[in-house]
C-alpha cells in the first residue's frame, strides 16, 4: 500500500465528496483522514488515502478526470515518517478584533523558535456583546523538549497586547 495525500478544490455543489470516494473505492483505495469545507463559496480540503502501489497512478489518472465536474485536484505520495517521540504537544487558543497580521505575527514567533504548526483553524466570529467580528484561531502545536516555555509565553503577551488579542497556550 502507497499512501497519498489529494488536495481539492472546486465549485460547491452537491455530490464532490460522493464523485470523490467513489473514485477512490473503484480503485481499492481507503479513505483514512480529511478536513473539506466550504470556504469562499468554494469547497476545498485535504484528505490521506491508502491505495495499492500498483493501482496508485491509475486512480490519479481517474482523479485528475474529476477536472471535467471543476474538481481540480493535486495527488501528492505520502512521506511516511514517524515523529520523534521527543516533542511537546500543545494548543495555543486566540481570539480578538479581526485585522491584517495577527496569523504572521503569531506563525513568526512559533517559527523562530522551531515549533511545528500541526493544525490550525481559523474563522471570523459574532462578537456575542456587538456585531462586530472577532478572529478566532486554534493551533495544534508541536515544539522540541528544549523549547523555552517562558520565553515563548513572553512573545506571545508581547504579540496579544500589541495586536490587542487574547491568547492562551496549554
Given at each position: 500500500m502507497t499512501s497519498l495525500i489529494?488536495?481539492?478544490?472546486?465549485p460547491d455543489k452537491p455530490g464532490l465528496v460522493e464523485s470523490?470516494?467513489?473514485?477512490?473505492?473503484?480503485?481499492d483505495g481507503n479513505w483514512l483522514e480529511s478536513a473539506l469545507s466550504r470556504l469562499g463559496g468554494k469547497f476545498a480540503g485535504i484528505l490521506v488515502i491508502k491505495v495499492p502501489k500498483e493501482k496508485a497512478s491509475t486512480l490519479i489518472s481517474a482523479l485528475e478526470k474529476l477536472e471535467d465536474t471543476g474538481l481540480k485536484i493535486v495527488a501528492e505520495t505520502a512521506n511516511d515518517q514517524d515523529r520523534p517521540?521527543?516533542?511537546?504537544?500543545?494548543?495555543?487558543?486566540?481570539?480578538?478584533?479581526?485585522?491584517?497580521?495577527?496569523?504572521?505575527?503569531i506563525s513568526q514567533?512559533?517559527?523562530?523558535?522551531h515549533i511545528n504548526v500541526e493544525s490550525l483553524s481559523?474563522?471570523?466570529?459574532?462578537?456575542?456583546?456587538?456585531?462586530?467580528?472577532?478572529?478566532?484561531?486554534e493551533a495544534q502545536l508541536l515544539a522540541p523538549e528544549s523549547l523555552n516555555f517562558d520565553d515563548l509565553?513572553?512573545?506571545?503577551?508581547?504579540i496579544a497586547s500589541d495586536l490587542m488579542v487574547d491568547i492562551t497556550l496549554n
Amino acid at each position: 500500500m502507497t499512501s497519498l495525500i489529494l488536495t481539492v478544490i472546486g465549485p460547491d455543489k452537491p455530490g464532490l465528496v460522493e464523485s470523490l470516494s467513489q473514485t477512490i473505492a473503484a480503485h481499492d483505495g481507503n479513505w483514512l483522514e480529511s478536513a473539506l469545507s466550504r470556504l469562499g463559496g468554494k469547497f476545498a480540503g485535504i484528505l490521506v488515502i491508502k491505495v495499492p502501489k500498483e493501482k496508485a497512478s491509475t486512480l490519479i489518472s481517474a482523479l485528475e478526470k474529476l477536472e471535467d465536474t471543476g474538481l481540480k485536484i493535486v495527488a501528492e505520495t505520502a512521506n511516511d515518517q514517524d515523529r520523534p517521540d521527543t516533542l511537546q504537544a500543545f494548543t495555543l487558543a486566540l481570539i480578538g478584533h479581526d485585522k491584517p497580521g495577527i496569523v504572521r505575527e503569531i506563525s513568526q514567533a512559533l517559527a523562530q523558535r522551531h515549533i511545528n504548526v500541526e493544525s490550525l483553524s481559523t474563522e471570523l466570529v459574532s462578537g456575542s456583546m456587538s456585531a462586530e467580528l472577532l478572529f478566532k484561531a486554534e493551533a495544534q502545536l508541536l515544539a522540541p523538549e528544549s523549547l523555552n516555555f517562558d520565553d515563548l509565553q513572553s512573545a506571545i503577551e508581547s504579540i496579544a497586547s500589541d495586536l490587542m488579542v487574547d491568547i492562551t497556550l496549554n
